[in-house]
């Protein structure tokens, strides 16, 4: 089993090898970057929104009930604050990968799959063309460029969601939740969030794609592949996600 997979590692870093290189013509990168980012990123906005919404507002009443059971009295504006801390550190860029992992890595890895059952790759090949270059690069660079603006779209949404579920439920109110927004944050945790979404990114867009360039078989194959791309690719950002907060945080 360790045999295989370091095998599988060699091979996905190869695919890597012939996927980063300079585009043959420029003009038709283009036009499949911009394919790419509209099925990849403002296909998601829609899924980003509604979880980031209600992730905000849980969030937010987990720290209500965490800070009203505490023996010490916590004002009520530290509730905007730790959500705010928790959503740009953990919450966004981190549930909303996996969240993408989930809708990007299976559609990425069976779009893929697909091209490589019916031999459309090989036609590729035999045209002389560099297939993982054509097919994955855009992918990657879409994911990378356009997910961070995701995790920034779904942190404001989350502190909307902290604001709307104290409106709701009455337990704090809109001006020391507001408040606790403004308290100093040290910046550095943003510049965290983005860089530790940028490398989700780049993991979400290249582990399904290894997965669906590699399939061998048919129809049953191309489901399994999707399936194992996402399983692997959600491993793939846990362990990420610890090795970025110890280096960074730590």
Known sequence: MFKN???QVGAYFILLGKTLKRPQKASIFGKLFMREVYDLGVNSFGLVLFTSTFVGAVVAIQMFNNFSASSFPIPNSFIGYATKVVLIL???PTIISVVLAGKVGSYIASSIGTMRVTEQIDALDIMGVNSPNFLILPKILASIIFNPLLIAISIVFGIWGGYLAGTATGSWSKADYITGIQMYMPQHFIWYAFFKTAVFAFLIAT????FGYNVKGGSLE?????TQA???TI???IIMNLILTQMFLS
């Open 5 to 7: 997979l370091l095998s």
């Open 235 to 237: 491993v793939a950002i």
């Open 222 to 226: 191309v489901g399994r592949a999707s």
């Open 90 to 92: 953990e919450f966004a």
């Open 207 to 210: 582990i399904p794609a290894y």
């Open 230 to 232: 996402v399983v692997w």
